[in-house]
């Protein structure tokens, strides 16, 4: 049995730079309990009784040494650690992140399809029930993080509860244009946006899907600041013949290079790509057969997406503080996940 802690240290691996869930649930949880959080600082390491590392992205590095910290994440490989119920269900410390003024959370957990190139079949399992949208809603913004929300009926019914809110939505993972029937159109009619409206076209055969969806989506009334679609980028010829047919939709394309959970570099073939059809200026005025050519761009190259996996920032790992419960226990306990 631990002592209780009296402070914690927080470090995102990807950079701080997009809110992390997992980071903000655990340090809601601690303050709850009356302990000191911060965010990491290599000079205070010794002045920490606890420190909790999350990372998204297997590419992004994480500097802190090797004993005494708690990682979790899909970033890290084979990572099993899993928020413990009471953690995963507080509302996030949305302070930890300065300038932040929209609410995350899951309505939904898992999905019913199993793309193989996404980490979410084998990470969280079958599409469920997670959350009801008053449990993390603290801004009229609400960014959802669901990888399938239309393919539960506990999605649909929170879909409804969100227009009655008026709130104000970004299904940031997007919408699978499978899914999308009238009646689904005419309730997404009925929410309000503050992002754009996200589908994804992650290969050709998703074409008459993506292409049926809008309209019913446009018919139904639907008004979001724009029609964005994320386009999973392998083979070059396959992605532009997806990006020409979205422009054709008048649908905003996002070029997402594939990246595998080993972090393996993308070609410079599909970073080039990426970001001829990212930069709105450059797409709109260069063919791509003119971009191909052109090897001697100038200037820094802004940040991509960096690829089609999944965000997530869950952690797990025993932890047992005197008088508290856990923040974090392994898969293979029998923890509930998230």
Known sequence: MMKMPKII????????????????KLSAWH?????????????????????????VFSWSKDDLPEEGVIRGGTGYEN????????????????????????SMGFLTRGCIRSCPWCVVPEKEGEIRAHADIEEFARHRNV???????????????????MARLDLKVDFNQGLDARLIDKPIAERLARLRWFKALRLACDHKGQMPEVERAVKLLRAAGVKPQRYSCYVLVKDIDDALERVEFLR???????????????????????????????????????AWENEARNTGIKGKRPPLLPSVVKRKGDMQQHLFFEGIPMAVSNASSGSPRP
Not at 13 to 22: F, M, T, V, Y
Not at 148 to 160: K, P, R
Not at 251 to 270: C, S
């Open 143 to 161: 960014m959802l993080l669901d990888n399938n929300v239309l393919a539960h009926i506990h999605g649909i019914t929170q879909i409804e509860k």
């Open 79 to 102: 990572n099993q650690l899993w928020l413990s119920d009471g953690v995963e269900h507080i509302c996030p410390d949305y302070d930890l992140y300065p300038g932040v003024d929209y």
């Open 248 to 286: 054709g939709l008048n649908v905003t394309p996002f070029a997402q290079p594939y990246r595998d959970t080993q972090g393996t570099p993308i070609t410079e073939e599909q970073r080039r790509f990426a970001r001829w059809v990212n930069l709105p200026m450059l797409f709109k005025s260069v």
């Open 31 to 55: 303050k709850a309990w009356g302990i000191t959080v911060e965010r990491y600082a290599a000079l205070r390491h010794i002045a920490y009784d606890r420190i909790y590392a999350a990372k």
């Open 9 to 24: 240290a927080l470090h995102d691996a990807d950079g701080w730079k997009h809110p992390n869930l997992a980071l903000m």
